[in-house]
């Protein structure tokens, strides 16, 4: 099984994990994250994809907003932004995506140096979309006075 059909596999088990702290032992979100940690690099890219997974995850009685697997995907993302910071920007910026923006945002703010060095490849880039992303992000890290 390759790593895409594993991630691919564990995004449809997330659901069963039950509402947090309810189930004993693994579970199948905690793989995930050993996966991310393993190789953050390729597993970026492919919890990426799980923006547009809409289903719900069960949730505890006090829970304001039900979550989703596509919010899950974005926490773990920003859980673990250390792991691989410049694979994490790549990863966002390639993928068109609201959860990509506000993580990508967030990265301005928290980590200004990670974006910086995300924003003069970019800059440089002949693909046109990231030049975009480069003037674009470019504002959000801008020193403030």
Do not use: K
């Not at 793989?31 to 393993?38: G, P, S, W």
């Amino acid at each position: 099984m390759t790593e895409e059909e594993r991630i691919d596999l564990l995004r449809r088990l997330v659901p069963a994990d039950g509402v947090p702290g309810g189930r004993t032992g693994r579970r199948y979100l905690d793989a995930v994250a050993a996966r991310l940690t393993a190789d953050p690099g390729v597993v970026q890219p492919l919890l990426c994809r799980w923006f547009t997974d809409g289903t719900p995850l069960p949730s505890g009685p006090n829970a304001g907003i039900r979550p989703t697997v596509a919010v899950a995907a974005q926490a773990l993302l920003y859980a673990c932004r250390g792991l691989a910071p410049d694979d994490l920007a790549e990863a966002l910026v390639a993928t068109a995506h609201p959860r990509a923006d506000e993580l990508l945002a967030v990265l301005a703010e928290e980590e200004p140096s990670v974006l910086r060095r995300a924003l003069d490849r970019w800059a440089h880039d002949p693909r046109p979309e990231r030049r975009a992303a480069a003037a674009a992000y470019g504002l959000a890290t801008a020193p403030r006075p």
